[in-house]
Nanobody
Framework: VQLQASGGGSVQAGESLTLSCAAS????????MGWYRQVPGKQRELVAS???????SYSDSVKGRFSIPRDNVKNTIFLQMTNLKTADTAVYYC?????????WGQGTLVTVSS
């Protein structure tokens, strides 16, 4: 499974931004996909995830502000981020759980300024 993430950038607090992650390769083996984020010096944090059957979960820090829609035709998941806060500044990584492995996309930087 290969993952191609895109969509990071710089925004002001309160604005919105959408990340995307396109999967290719053995897509039928994917059991779940989602997003982590990481701030330098801190552990990677699970932000949002979606199982193959569409069940979603979110970290408490983003619940109600972020959503993780999916385009099954394009094999792409998104991270729709609204009402962004400076605390959301991080490098965001998409991931996919497939077979017994976890695959990662390249990180994309989101910077939220006040």
């Amino acid at each position: 499974v290969q993952l191609q993430a895109s969509g990071g950038g710089s925004v002001q607090a309160g604005e919105s931004l959408t990340l995307s992650c396109a999967a290719s390769g053995s897509r039928s083996s994917i059991r779940a996909m989602g997003w982590y984020r990481q701030v330098p010096g801190k552990q990677r944090e699970l932000v949002a995830s979606m199982t193959r059957d569409g069940r979603t979960s979110y970290s408490d820090s983003v619940k109600g502000r972020f959503s993780i829609p999916r385009d099954n035709v394009k094999n792409t998941i998104f991270l729709q981020m609204t009402n962004l806060k400076t605390a959301d500044t991080a490098v965001y990584y998409c991931y996919a759980n497939a077979s017994a492995f976890t695959f990662w996309g390249q990180g994309t930087l989101v910077t939220v300024s006040s």
